[in-house]
């Protein structure tokens, strides 16, 4: 299986701040039919599933605001958030989508500072 | 707008079968599309349990294989996960979520229910 890791694990920043999440994989996620990323970011609040904001490592989901961005490649990751809102607080997950089985990083609590 | 709809017991003893079933609206699963289901534990994490096309072709999780069975029913739209033999490590919330159109993301969510194996 490939092992996603993030980190911080944790992370608070003021209102108006960059954030940047990472996220490692265990190996390459980069598909050799399209050339691109197999690598997704969702959000997630409480009580709430996780949403897409990103796929194929920088393609953002319909309708998400563009302070978030992806980018990367091969095995290294990263979603920014250019200018924290405060309805930005949330888990974080990375997803590779490569190989089966499908996984998911730890998730990243981003909180206000 | 797609919606998905989770349903079935919350509490399982342990040793028996969990059955849960995803109701689907704002979209016709015989249009296409893999349907599936994904856990999520403190502990673990979010968990891919596998996916369904229309026409029966199911992907599942090799650590849970041996005790998964997902089935679809286009006449009602609806897909049905069932795990046997739980333990208290399948305690989870379990939510269905639909592949994204170009690869395995996933774009559309249930909101989720909490399934408890206990006694």
């Given at each position: 299986d490939i092992v996603m890791t993030q980190s911080p694990d944790s992370l608070a920043v003021s209102l108006g701040e960059r954030?940047?999440?990472n996220c490692k994989s265990s190996q390459s996620v980069l598909s050799s039919s399209n050339n691109k990323d197999c690598l997704g970011?969702?959000?997630?609040?409480?009580?709430?599933?996780?949403?897409?904001?990103?796929?194929?490592?920088?393609?953002r989901e319909s309708g998400v605001p563009d302070r978030f961005s992806g980018s990367g490649s091969g095995t290294d990751f990263t979603l920014t958030i250019s200018s924290l809102q405060a309805e930005d607080v949330a888990v974080y997950y990375c997803q590779q989508y490569y190989s089966t089985p499908f996984t998911?990083?730890?998730?990243?609590?981003?909180?206000i500072k | 707008q797609v919606q998905l709809q989770e349903s079935g017991p919350g509490l399982v003893k342990p040793s028996e079968t969990l059955s849960l079933t995803c109701a689907?609206?704002?979209?016709?699963?015989?249009?296409?599309?893999?349907?599936?289901?994904i856990r999520q534990t403190p502990g673990k994490g979010?968990?891919?349990?596998?996916?369904?096309?229309?026409?029966?072709?199911t992907y599942c999780n090799p650590s849970l294989k041996s005790r998964v069975s997902i089935s679809v029913d286009t006449s009602k739209n609806q897909f049905s996960l069932k795990l046997n033999s739980v333990t208290a490590a399948d305690t989870a919330v379990y939510s269905c979520a639909r592949r994204g159109s170009?690869?395995?993301?996933?774009?559309?969510?249930?909101?989720g229910t909490l399934v408890t194996v206990s006694s």
């Open positions: 954030a940047t999440i970011w969702y959000q997630q609040k409480p009580g709430q599933p996780p949403k897409l904001l990103i796929y194929w490592a920088s393609t998911f990083g730890q998730g990243t609590k981003l909180e | 689907v609206s704002g979209y016709s699963i015989s249009s296409g599309y893999y349907w599936g289901w979010l968990e891919w349990i596998g996916s369904i096309y229309h026409s029966g072709n170009g690869g395995w993301y996933f774009d559309y969510w249930g909101q």
